[in-house]
């Protein structure tokens, strides 16, 4: 059993306090409640202290004091986890929320971001040198969370994951060490922070090879969802012969109202939302196949990346109930496609959705056992989620998750995205990393063998 914060004599928590730059905040603390609020509202954790790092120094005083004091430790960066990983009950939180900077070098393309930073205020440092790096949809989601457990969104056919554009980490270790991975240094480290999540240590620091993206033409595209059946057919064969360049990825969902128009809001669709990042003057050319589906909606033009990756953030702030379920598919045959036409007709609330992201392209392109993320074979990560911002919804978005997942499974590769499930059990991990799973374990048993990090979708040390 783990030390409780509160089991701790407060001549401890003096000293340490006079060790750290950055706040200590207890429960006992008017900002407590507010600080322990995360992206999903449905996560309700009590822990015994928040560290509110700003520096390197302060999360390795942190880790000394979490392992020298035996306490249950958890790393929140941006919070977006769904299962609510960067907290724990009684426990100690670092926070890296004020470890922010992301430096752009324009010469080698490449930006260093610091381990509290969210996706949007990357965007909007590399946006004016004509620069993205390769993240995922919502630009409020953590840097850290989205990259160590894979990263998958709009430039993933044309650039890879965020992994795979992953050059360097600063990271502090179980033992408080500080070390910088990368090809060169600490290469086994290097490769299970490539999509073995915060199993391995704290990083403070990413850099990340940047691309040339400055405008993308992009949007969403709406069927009824009666068409899903022939859309989904259709779009199977499509996407995986596009062009790198062309991206999209398709949902069931409701429309919840504004922007889109009246007539529209509350109804159940078919949906994809693409991304293209070739010449604008081949726009009619290359998204002619799907004019020729009759979309009854759609809202396809050249906006800035950065607009693009900012389309859901309005609909899905911070604080709403979140169920999440997740598989891997290779086809969307009848059978699937029948499935995903039952429960797309009876989303429960309008901002409750299924996504399928396509791993065609670049990110197909990488050895299976290059990087953790060994599901490069499949041709979709999916997800369903229960969304909504009334907790009284919470089981019945939580119901129908599960029931449309259940009924999926059975045509699933197996194992999840780990980005997208919930706190589901050592097998589901195990089935997710595949081949890689035991190397993961004896690297874990090499720099963290007594699973100080496990507050995560947790690799268990190899004894």
Known sequence: MSTKINELDSSVLDAFASQIRGELIFPKDEKYNETRKVYNAMIDKRPGLFVM????????????????????????????NGGGLGLCNDGMVIDLSGIKFVHVDVEHSTVRVGGGNLWGEVDH??????????????STTGVGGLTLGGGVGYLSRKYGLTIDNLLE??????????????????????????????????????????????NVIGGPTLWPIEKIDEVMEWYHSFINEAPDELNGFIATMVIPGPPFPEALHNKMFCGIVWSYLGDPKKQKEVFRPVMDMEPIFQHIGEMPYPSLQTLFDGMLPHGLQWY?????????????????????SKIPTPLSQMHLYPISGAASRVGKQDTPWANRDAKYAGVIVGVDPDPANAQKITDWCKQYW????????????????MDEGQERIKASYKVNYDRLTQIKGKYDPNNFFRVNQNIQPHK
Not at 60 to 80: P, S
Not at 324 to 344: I, S, T
Request: aromatic share 12%.
């Open 169 to 214: 980490a600063d990271m502090v270790l179980a033992d408080g060490s500080f070390v910088t991975v990368n090809a060169k240094q600490h290469t086994d480290l290097f490769w299970a922070i490539r999509g073995g999540g915060g199993n391995f240590g704290i990083v403070t620091s990413f850099k990340f090879q940047a691309h040339p993206v400055k």
């Open 125 to 138: 440092a590399t946006h004016p040198f004509g620069l993205a790096v390769p993240a995922g949809i919502i």
């Open 53 to 80: 790092c700003v520096d390197v120094a302060d999360v390795i005083y942190a880790v000394n004091f979490g392992r020298e004091h035996d306490l249950l430790v958890a790393v929140r960066g941006g919070g977006h």
């Open 406 to 421: 259940e009924a999926l499974h059975p045509y699933s590769m197996g194992g999840a995205y780990l980005n997208f499930i």
């Open 324 to 344: 999440w379920r997740a598989d891997y598919f290779d086809e969307l045959g009848p059978e699937v496609r029948a499935k995903h036409l039952e429960f797309g």
